[in-house]
């Protein structure tokens, strides 16, 4: 599966972005789909992550609550919906591919797209 990843800007703080990640390949919706973040000088860390069914989903505590993970297996598309946005959430966010919603080895990763969030 070969996976690219959009919708990334600047906004303000308490704004909103939704994140898309398209996919192409025959078995995309029996992947598990996951976001990850990595700001500037630090490593990058697991944001959410969705079921290949979407009926599953767990997020990251800094983001519980703010970010919504969603899952459109019709249109090959993963989405990752951002609101009330801090500065800290800046960050390249990369979406990742995998054999299951447990899985901790990603069989592909997307290019990165960057979300700046002023103060």
């Known amino acids: 599966v070969q996976l690219q990843a959009s919708g990334g800007g600047l906004v303000r703080t308490g704004g909103s972005l939704r994140l898309s990640c398209a996919a192409s390949g025959s078995t995309y919706s029996r992947y598990a789909m996951n976001w990850f973040r990595q700001a500037p000088e630090k490593d990058r860390e697991f944001v959410a992550a969705?079921?290949?069914?979407?009926?599953?989903?767990k997020y990251a505590d800094s983001v519980k609550g703010r970010f919504t993970i969603s899952k459109d297996n019709t249109k090959n598309t993963v989405y990752l919906q951002m609101d009330s946005l801090k500065p800290e959430d800046t960050a390249v966010y990369y979406c990742a591919a995998a054999r299951n919603y447990l899985a901790t080895t990603y069989d592909a990763w997307g290019q990165g797209t960057l979300v700046t969030v002023s103060s």
């Open positions: 969705i079921s290949w069914g979407g009926g599953l989903t």
